[in-house]
């Protein structure tokens, strides 16, 4: 039957048949990747996406995005973008929102992703159905609510739009907002500042709260590794070598030259860490040490209590604040899917390979996955893996049948035995060589099946 798909301009009219396709659910970074390789495999979908473009997260218009005016990448661009999809010369080393954007849209253009896609479109729930395939109900652009019959569904909503928001002893009576909710650095004027939280978007708002509010503390609960953006004048993340060092050789070669450009943060007061090096994601900044270095920001540990516009804090120090800005993180958020259909086990689902569930092929979840560098491409590579996958079940592809045993016999998620710690947003953190070395092991040996 024919469908109405809405792009960036007028609509356009393709055949398709959903009882035989999948629905891809997001077109951001992961979304648009899926959409393009799905082409490439011959594989029907129909795209749905709450914002009227694409982007996600770096869609700082869309109706869920967590966007703020000043964000940049913390990874550099010849290590973030798509391998088959440079970003431009004249594009950033570290590429702003709005450029990001911009790029998305081009590779949208480019790979013709637009058609493929209903926008303004809110998926309001799926569920499977006895006799096979999927139920997916969804709401379009007029508040109209229609139901379709898919072969299965891809989810690939993102990660970072579910505020984590912890709870704390006490009432605190100035203005208390998650990051999730800060979009403009005049947020701050007048105001003095307390940051819970310094992951690398706490880090970040809290050089913005130094420069535009009365005065800046932030509070941690633990110690970080601090990375600069720049090593020898060019990006950081783009010194490593060719070869792999072992893990502990690349610890002490690695922490030698974060003394050097670093120093010792704990001489500002940061706290020091109690896990070793890579066992979390470092902060990128070259900024926030600055600051502490010039005493412009106060490191507070832990909270203890908040009393009226006070927050007590468990050294027993307090101080007095007018607005409290928590950047504690966010948690996954799967709101159309039943969790018993996507096997959770503790803070995320436990995945082959982040993305397939060990007795299902009809459902997937995309982008799931964390490492340090792992950027777009790695992303790439898995949506290129399960394209391949779907369309290898289809056509008897015997690497399909061995990856549909591998999974369902069990596996570990591929930490390459990296202890991280225990922390929700860790809970589905890769070690990337480890993780694209299986994932394009995989995509060979698809490859291969199907001369």
């Given at each position: ?19 035989d396709s999948f629905a891809l659910i997001g077109a951001g970074p992961m979304g648009l990747a899926m959409a393009k390789t799905l082409i490439e495999q011959g594989v029907p979908f129909q795209g749905f996406e709450l914002a009227d473009d694409v982007g996600g997260l770096w869609n700082i218009d869309a109706p869920r995005s967590t966007m703020y005016e000043t964000a940049h990448l913390i990874s550099s661009k010849r290590m973030t973008e798509f391998a ?368």
């Amino acid at each position: 039957m024919e469908q109405v798909q809405f792009g960036a301009g007028q609509p356009v009219k393709v055949k398709a048949r959903p009882e035989d396709s999948f629905a891809l659910i997001g077109a951001g970074p992961m979304g648009l990747a899926m959409a393009k390789t799905l082409i490439e495999q011959g594989v029907p979908f129909q795209g749905f996406e709450l914002a009227d473009d694409v982007g996600g997260l770096w869609n700082i218009d869309a109706p869920r995005s967590t966007m703020y005016e000043t964000a940049h990448l913390i990874s550099s661009k010849r290590m973030t973008e798509f391998a088959d999809f440079p970003m431009l010369e004249e594009t950033a080393e570290y590429p702003s929102h709005r450029e990001l954007k911009t790029y998305f849209q081009d590779f949208a253009t480019a790979f013709d992703l637009y058609q493929h896609f209903h926008f303004g479109a809110e998926v309001l729930s799926t569920k499977p159905l006895d006799k096979g395939g999927w139920e997916v109900r969804w709401r379009d652009k007029s508040g109209t609510e229609q139901t379709q019959k898919f072969a299965g569904v891809l989810i690939a909503n993102g990660t970072l739009s579910e505020p984590n928001l912890p709870e704390f002893e006490g009432t605190f009576t100035g203005e208390f907002i998650h990051a999730s909710q800060y979009r403009y650095p005049t947020q701050f004027a007048g105001k003095r500042v307390l940051v819970i939280g310094a992951g690398n978007s706490g880090c970040d708002i809290a050089v913005d709260a130094i420069h535009h509010g009365v005065s800046c503390d932030i509070s941690m609960r633990r110690g970080y590794y601090f990375v600069p953006k720049y090593v020898f004048g060019k990006p950081a993340d783009t010194m490593g070598g060719k070869i792999r060092l072992p893990m502990w050789l690349k610890r002490k070669v690695d922490g030698a030259i974060l003394k050097w450009f670093v120093g010792n943060p704990q001489k500002y007061g940061f706290p020091k860490p109690d896990y070793e090096l890579y066992e979390s994601h470092p902060i990128v900044n070259s900024l926030i040490l600055f600051h502490a270095g010039h005493g412009d920001l106060k490191v507070r540990p832990d909270i203890a209590r908040f009393d009226s516009k006070t927050v007590h804090f468990r050294d027993g120090s307090s101080a007095e604040y007018d607005m409290i800005l928590a950047a504690t993180g966010y948690k996954l958020h799967y709101p159309f899917i039943d969790n018993s259909l996507l096997n959770w086990t503790g803070d995320a689902p436990h995945l082959y390979l982040n993305c397939m569930h060990p007795e299902r092929d009809d459902v997937f979840v995309l982008g799931m996955v964390e490492a340090s560098g792992l950027g777009w491409q790695g992303r790439h590579e898995q949506a290129e893996m399960i394209a391949r996958y779907i369309s290898g079940l289809r056509s008897g592809n015997t690497a399909a049948e061995a990856i549909r045993a591998t999974k369902a016999e069990g596996f570990e998620r591929a930490t390459g035995g990296m202890n991280y710690i225990d922390l929700p947003r860790m809970a589905y953190y890769v070690d990337k060589a480890t993780y694209r070395r299986e994932v394009t092991g995989q995509i060979a040996a698809l490859r291969a099946a199907e001369k």
